[in-house]
């Protein structure tokens, strides 16, 4: 059995066959730049969170609630990665983004696109049925350089207040990916504000089309089972953010990480998660 703990940071230790191709992938709710979070401020947490990415290695960060700001000053401290995304509220620089990084010597991307959980995706700023706010879903389609294969990443933030607006964006999500993506990998990070004993995640996982990755890691989960702080503590039996694969994406390893600095405070108010993926060969053309 190969550990966790040790990989990160030296993934070179874990085997791969010729015909499959390794990536770790990473979602993390960033928490929006709130200046009322005075010490839990995204100015006191950037560090911390850009040490955590140059530590992991991440070939694939999906992130939740950052201000195109966040997205710019983690673009200049982290020259290895490019991302690909768009505000919520207009399609361009306002609101929210569910962007998605990736490192450039691994993957090319070759499309991209945003659309809105809401009854018309393709409408910039539209909101859907119960939502608080708007919410949107990005998707990326890349190669990866080393092998030519081909893979889906799409990134998500489901709303907080709006149940009826979760099961239905969920009903949306699973639309989109299983028209889009045919027979390429997929991988579906966010922050879905909903656990897995939810209609929601039933929409996404009964098929079989997705997968939650913790329930397919071959060496086992590590970490807690929730995903949730709050920046004050583990809040038990809230796992909402996930990380979900294909079938034909075999995980290796799953883990949520608790990051505390020396006066106990969270590096954000979610837990990141990180998974070690082996992908199948290479694909058809999207």
Known sequence: MLPLLPSLGMRTSIPTAPDTF?????????????????????????????????????????????LRSMLDSLQVRLPDYRWVGVGRADGRNGGEFSAIFYRTSRLKLLKSGT?????TPEVPGSKGW?????????????????SGQTLFVFNTHLDHEGSQAR??????????????????????????????????????????????????????????????????????????????????VRVLHHAILVDLDEQGRFASDHLPIVVDVLLPGRHSRY
């Open 130 to 146: 119960d939502a608080a706010h708007e919410r949107i879903c990005t998707w990326a389609y890349f190669r990866d350089r080393r």
């Open 167 to 248: 099961l239905e964006s969920a009903r949306l999500l699973y639309r989109v990916i299983a028209e889009r993506a045919h027979r390429a990998p997929v991988l579906l990070t966010g922050d879905f504000n909903t656990t897995e004993n939810t209609p929601p995640y039933q929409v996404l996982t009964s098929s079989g089309l997705l997968q939650d990755a913790l329930y397919r890691a071959e060496n086992g989960h590590y970490g807690p089972r929730t995903t949730w702080t709050g920046f004050k503590r583990l809040v038990p039996d809230q796992r909402i953010d996930f990380i979900f694969v294909s079938a034909n």
């Open 22 to 66: 390794l990536l770790r992938v990473v979602s993390y709710n960033l928490r929006f730049d709130n200046p009322t979070d005075g010490p839990n401020a995204w100015p006191h947490r950037i560090d911390r969170i850009v040490a955590f990415v140059r530590f992991c290695e991440p070939d694939v960060l999906g992130v939740q609630e950052a």
């Open 115 to 119: 659309f809105w959980l809401s009854p």
